[in-house]
Structures are given as C-alpha cells and as structure tokens.
C-alpha cells in the first residue's frame, strides 16, 4: 500500500489537472475504496459505487485542500455515497422477494468458504459498527481516520468498533455446527 503523503500528492497534482497523478492516485486507493464499499453496502454493488465515488472524488479534486489525508477525504466521499445508494434504495419500493436465510457457509473447509462466512457476519452488523469495523480493522484505518470518515467523534468510533467485535462473538458461537448438520443428515 502507498503511504498517504504519496497519496495527498498525486491527489494535489491532480487536482491542478495532472493526468498521470489522478492516475496514480486513482490506482493506489481503487482497492480500498471498492473494499470499503463491499462491506458497508455489497460486494455486487461495490464497483458501480466506486466508481461513483471517484466521480465525485474527480469533480472536488480542484478544491481538496489536503487539510486530512486525500485517502481519508476519498474514503469519506465513498461513505456519502454509499449512504445516499441505501436512501434511494429505501425511497422504491422492492420488486423481488427476498428468502429470509440462505446457506450457512462451512467455516471448517476452504478459506473461500470462511471468507464467505465473514463478510455475512460482517454484512450483519449494523451499519454504523459496520462502517467502525471495516475501516479499523479490515482497511487499516487509525481511530482518528476513522471518525472523520465516519463524521463522528474518535470515542464513538472505538465504542462501534468494541460493540461490532462482541457481535462477531456472538455470531459465531450462535452459528450453528456444521459437523453436526452433517451427522445428523446422515443419520436420516
């Protein structure tokens, strides 16, 4: 990962109309912005969304002062994004019905199937904690960071962040065991 000063550069550079730097910048935060947006919204929304997010980005660029760091401001603007999607999303009415479960995916097997299984604990939690955990814990985000991406106070982002690490708890020890699931479907 580049360091956020190489960041806020190119962000800087770009925002007086170098091409190459909005590039670059564009390519050092791509991962994290579409990351960031998987876990608030959904890994098959993230990438209309991103780009959503850099059009904005690339829009404000000219007036981006560095006053924070160009990742903290990108992830922020990717924070309005993702809440003005689940606004109008909310605002229509659905057209499909939904199945009230799915599949718990085995988290005793393949690393894709215990991936899975942590983006649904993830996706569970509510949307501030969630918003908390993905930006400390998964996208590597200080506390500081977190709070002005979030828009809230650093204190209430550490107490999203203990709260959202004690649903994961409970998620997973509420989950059922799939070696037992097993056995008895065999035994039927």
């Known amino acids: 990962m580049t360091d956020d000063t190489q960041v806020t550069a190119w962000a800087l ?10 590039a670059s ?5 791509q991962q994290q ?3 960031f947006l998987a876990a608030l919204i959904s890994p098959s929304e993230a990438d209309d969304l991103a780009q959503d997010t850099y059009l904005r980005a690339m829009r404000s660029l000219p007036s981006f002062a560095g006053r924070s760091s160009a990742r903290t ?6 924070r309005r994004v993702a809440v003005d999607h689940i606004r109008a999303a909310t605002a229509r009415p659905r057209t499909v019905s939904m199945p009230d479960s799915y599949d718990v995916a085995d988290t005793t097997r393949s690393g894709f199937d215990r991936q899975v299984a942590l983006e649904q604990l993830i996706a569970g939690l509510s949307a501030d904690r969630r918003e908390a955990f993905v930006a400390t814990q998964i996208l590597g985000l200080s506390y500081a960071e977190a709070a002005e991406v979030c828009n809230c106070p650093v204190g209430t982002i550490r107490s999203r962040v203990a709260r959202s690490r004690e649903d994961l708890v409970a998620a997973v020890n509420a989950q059922p065991d ?8 065999a035994a039927g």
Request: overall charge positive; aromatic content about 6%.
């Open 33 to 35: 912005v579409r990351r």
């Open 73 to 78: 401001w990108l992830l922020g603007i990717a």
């Open 25 to 29: 910048f564009v390519r050092a935060t």
């Open 13 to 22: 550079a770009a925002g007086r109309g170098d091409r190459d730097a909005a």
């Open 178 to 185: 799939p070696q037992s699931r097993t056995r008895t479907d």
